[in-house]
Each structure stands twice: as structure tokens, then as C-alpha cells.
């Protein structure tokens, strides 16, 4: 497959009047196309900058981060919905800062909010929609410039545990449906089983890759994969990576 995402001997290094701070030490990752790769690591162990790092939105003290070109979508913890927009609003913002709000391209974002059932709530305020609903206007929001790749910092973390289950379900099948890269950072070691192709375990900071697994389940969805006999095996596994 296809490269899109590659860390190549990636360190970084913050400063300040307290002195240096190393975040990350020659991480070395690839992302290929297609794929759903997951990050875990504990808290404060530089997961948000290794994503910053993919977005673009900081530039590595040592290293490379390569993309070749590839678009990338940005999908935070939280939905910061304007509560002043309208849900329609809210996701042709992305539309109005890239100035492509044409016809087409408003065209598009709204047939992906039908599809993924918010057509009867294009005209409503965030306020009126739940937390899983908000969080599914969120990704389409972040769908509708086209990106090839989304970056996901722990999108369901805001949620209670029984919507996080629901809408992880969901904004699964959402990228696999429109057959998008993803890379998902969490801390949560039950989340990545159940979506990921691939996962790479981070250290305590400054953050290493200590291990890559190639996750494979005979399901596919987030739930079903819950329920599989060897989703524990692989829980015990990570855990014992993380903790060890």
C-alpha cells in the first residue's frame, strides 16, 4: 500500500524559561493508505504533539515528517461547534477558511450530513443535539473539505462511556465508508483494539514507539470486535506494554 504518513527519526524539543523539555525521542512510524492506525500511550507522553507534528502545525526539532502532498483533517477532542451557527453552518466553516464555499463543494457536505443521518438537524443549534450527534456533525464538518487523512486526538473522550461506544461505532464506519486514511491517538486501550488495523505503543515521555501490532479480527466493527475472545488477549497484551 501506498504511503501517506511517515515519522522519520522524529524528536522534539520544547523551551522555555524552566529549561528543555523533550516530548518525543527519534520516533520512527509510517502510515499507509487506507489504513486505520491507532497511537496509545499514558497521559502527557506527547500524543497531541505527535499529532501536531502530522497536521503540520509544528515542525520537528530533529527528524523528518513526510507527507507527500496528502491532505489532512483535523478532528479534536471536544466538537467546538459554534453554538451561534446553525449545524449546517458549522460544517461549511471549513468551506468559508479554505475559500471553497462553491455550490458544489456545499453541495457535497450536505449530502454527507444526509447521509450520516443530520438532514433533520441542519437547521437546528448544537445546543439541541446530544453529544454524540454534536460529535458526528463534528466529523462530518472535518469530511467536508475531502481530506485524505484524518487526525483523530481522542474524539470520543468528552462522551460517556455508553455514547462513546455508539458514536466510536459510528465514526467508524464513516471513514471506512468514504474510504479514509485515519490516525487515531488515545489513551484508551479498549478503543484502539476495537478500531485499528495497526497500533503502536508509545513510552512514558520523552515518548518512544516500544511496540507495533498488526491488529486482525474476522469483524470489522468496533462492537462486534468488543465481543471477539482474543479482543481480551490483546487487551492484556497492551496493557503489560503500557504499564510495564
Not at 507527507?67 to 466553516?93: A, C, H, V
Not at 453541495?107 to 446530544?130: I, T
Request: charged content about 25%; hydrophobic content about 40%; overall charge neutral.
Amino acid at each position: 500500500m501506498k504511503e501517506v504518513l511517515r515519522f522519520d527519526n522524529v524528536s522534539m524539543h520544547y523551551h522555555s524559561k524552566q529549561g528543555e523539555t523533550v516530548a518525543l525521542e527519534k520516533v520512527n512510524f509510517s502510515v499507509a493508505e487506507g489504513e486505520f492506525v491507532a497511537i496509545i500511550g499514558p497521559s502527557g507522553c506527547g500524543k497531541t504533539t505527535l499529532l501536531s507534528l502530522a497536521a503540520g502545525l509544528l515542525t520537528p526539532t530533529y527528524g523528518k515528517v513526510i507527507s507527500d502532498g496528502y491532505s489532512f483533517g483535523y478532528m479534536l477532542q471536544k466538537d467546538e461547534l459554534f453554538p451561534w451557527r446553525t449545524i449546517e453552518k458549522n460544517i461549511f466553516l471549513p468551506l468559508e477558511i479554505k475559500r471553497a464555499n462553491t455550490s458544489e463543494n456545499r453541495s457535497r457536505a450536505l449530502s454527507l450530513a444526509e447521509k450520516y443521518g443530520l438532514k433533520q438537524f441542519l437547521k437546528n443549534y448544537p445546543s439541541s443535539l446530544s453529544g454524540g450527534m454534536r460529535q458526528r456533525a463534528a466529523l462530518i464538518r472535518t469530511l467536508a473539505v475531502d481530506p485524505d487523512v484524518l487526525l483523530l486526538d481522542e474524539p470520543f473522550s468528552a462522551l460517556d462511556y455508553q455514547t462513546r461506544l455508539s458514536v466510536c461505532d459510528d465514526v467508524y464506519k464513516i471513514i471506512r465508508n468514504e474510504k479514509k486514511t485515519a490516525l487515531l491517538i488515545t489513551h484508551d486501550i479498549s478503543e484502539a483494539i476495537s478500531v485499528a488495523d495497526k497500533i503502536f505503543v508509545l513510552s512514558h515521555r520523552p515518548a518512544k514507539i516500544v511496540a507495533e501490532h498488526v491488529i486482525e479480527f474476522s469483524e470489522t466493527e468496533p462492537l462486534k470486535r468488543r465481543e471477539n475472545k482474543e479482543f481480551s488477549r490483546w487487551f492484556e497484551v497492551l496493557w503489560k506494554e503500557l504499564n510495564g
